[in-house]
């Protein structure tokens, strides 16, 4: 024999009594027909709903649909390469996401994959994308405040920690916009921010990554992305994952925030796997338990009592209507599953009155209580002056000019409405929302046109910082107010308001001035 196939023969004798010999059990079926991201598969007895398997080719799917002959399975990966009579083999385990700070900064795919072509991400831990949502025993009562930085939301539908509140409204009103600088908004704050896109345009998705670079957020961002052209079976999970990968901060007692964009794609998803696996469809041709889907899903945002840690996960879920219709399937049952919504009109959107928040139908449940005290005291009685200005609005419409106490309910309604428009991806600090509404309720910008208050608002913060700097930074750490730091506020106030009218009155007579010369 020679040397080299005596080595080898030795190598391979150490190869077999290393080995045990016994049985292994392997759960094998066989694709019956494939099509639009779904595989019917038969022979596998013992499947688990949401249990991940295996093709032969290596692609995965998971169970959703557990008949006892046949089983729906939703690929996660391209139909294309799967075929009928391929085997299938059952994996006993479910659909994880890897969790971790490590994926902040980065844009995945709902299964956790880089799409920023940033490298692989090395996490530690993984989650299942199905988890159960806190108990009653484990949930407190929701009690700090959410800064959008958005002055309408932040003074009229103030959210708070562990609220689920839905955005709603027609195509193209500013949804994704408002959900955006929510998530800017949180630069500086504690909370970490994860943004599901699901089934958005890949312009959209761009425009949001930018924004959120751009407003200096997306270190603490997570951006999960399942595009409209991905499998179904990846858009279906990618609200899940985007929650589990959240629920990782909450749990670890930090705070987060996640933004779905938007639940109605999702719903559509749901339906067309729905129908492929031939599950009845009920009304709207959704299968009945579309409601029950979401409200597991956003079930899981809570806040967690001091026992488990205290952490918070906030949702804000988006959610669009026709027409306006809010009395649509999936729109009411999100309304009904969230803890308030805020309404954007095409009209008021139209008008340029952006965000375009519809202040009659908009509504937040829990968070009122959790507005900070500074905020409160300078909003006073602006919804309802708000509300009478728009009925009154309605009716001057048709002529006269009205006099006296009118006159001033409609200036005072022009200048709340005037501080309520905002530019995008723009948020305010608490301070510079607190002085926007100091100075409304005090009456200084009833008298003046509605681009001076544009000019205001956004002089607003230098000016403060230059002579107040003191009373905004109190503010914005303690959310109150004391009279020293509302005294303040009102002298630099004051001081920005008298430029702007000098101004004013300086363009006036400009321009009364050539009218008059004939
Ligand atoms: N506050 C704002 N100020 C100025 N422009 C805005 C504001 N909010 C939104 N826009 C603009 O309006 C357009 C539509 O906004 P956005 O994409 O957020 O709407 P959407 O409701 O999410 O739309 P879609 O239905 O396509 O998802 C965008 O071009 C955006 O820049
Ligand atoms: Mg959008």
Not at 81 to 89: E, T
Not at 129 to 156: F, K, N
């Amino acid at each position: 024999m020679r040397p080299e196939t005596s080595e080898w023969l030795a190598s391979g004798r150490a190869v077999l009594r290393a080995a045990t010999p016994g049985s292994r059990v392997e759960r094998r079926g066989r694709v019956e027909r494939v099509g639009d991201g779904v595989a019917m598969v038969s022979g596998l007895r013992d499947v688990r709903l949401d249990e991940v398997l295996r093709f032969a080719g290596g692609q995965v799917g998971f169970a959703r649909v557990l008949d006892p002959d046949l089983i729906g399975c939703v690929l996660l990966d391209a139909t294309t390469d799967v075929q009928a009579g391929d085997a299938v083999f059952g994996t006993g385990a479910v659909v994880e996401v890897p969790v971790g700070p490590a994926l902040l900064g980065r844009i995945v795919d709902p299964l956790g994959r880089p799409l920023d072509g940033k490298g692989a991400i090395e996490t530690v831990a993984r989650l299942p994308v199905e988890r159960p949502a806190p108990s009653i025993i484990e949930r407190d009562l929701v009690t700090e405040p959410v800064q959008t930085g958005i002055v309408v939301v932040d003074a009229l539908f103030a959210l708070g920690r562990g609220q689920r509140e839905l955005i709603v409204g027609d195509h193209a009103t500013g949804k994704t916009t408002l959900a955006i600088d929510a998530l800017i908004a949180q630069a500086d704050s504690d909370m970490i921010c994860v943004y599901v896109a699901v089934g958005q345009k890949t312009s959209s998705v761009r425009r949001a990554v930018d924004a959120l670079q751009a407003g200096g957020a997306f270190e603490r961002c997570i951006v999960l992305v399942a595009g409209p052209a991905s499998a179904p079976g990846l858009q279906w999970i990618a609200p899940y994952a985007g929650m589990s990968m959240a629920e990782h901060f909450r749990d670890a007692g930090g705070h987060a925030l996640i933004v779905i964009d938007d639940l109605s794609k999702h719903a559509a998803t749901h339906r067309e796997i729905a129908l492929l696996t031939r599950q009845s469809p009920g009304r709207e041709a959704y299968p009945g338990d579309v409601f029950y889907i979401h409200a597991r899903l956003l079930e899981r945002a809570a806040r967690l009592s001091m026992a488990r840690g205290g952490g918070s996960l906030t949702a804000l879920p988006i959610a669009e209507t026709v027409a306006g219709d809010l009395s649509a399937y999936i729109p009411t049952n999100l309304i009904s599953i969230t803890d308030g919504q805020i309404v954007l009109d095409a009209g008021l959107f139209h008008q340029g009155q952006k965000p375009a928040v519809d202040v009659g139908l908009s509504v937040s449940r829990v968070g009122g209580k959790t507005q900070a005290k500074a905020l409160r005291e300078a909003a006073g009685a602006l919804r309802l002056d708000y509300a009478q200005f728009l009925e009154l609005e309605v009716f001057t419409r048709f002529g006269g000019a009205p006099e006296g106490r009118v006159r001033r309910q409609l200036a005072r309604g022009a200048a709340i409405r005037a501080i309520l428009r905002q530019p995008q991806h723009a948020p305010l600090r608490l301070a510079d929302e607190v002085a926007l509404l100091l100075a409304v309720q005090a009456g200084l910008l009833d008298a003046l046109p509605p681009d001076a208050v544009a000019a205001f608002r956004a002089g607003l913060p230098a000016a403060l910082d230059a002579a107040a700097a003191d009373a905004v930074a109190a503010i914005d750490a303690t959310g109150e107010m004391d009279a020293a730091a509302r005294d303040t506020l009102m002298a630099a106030i004051a001081r920005v308001t008298a430029s702007l009218s000098d101004r004013g009155t300086d363009q006036a007579t400009a321009h009364a001035a050539p009218a008059a010369a004939p």
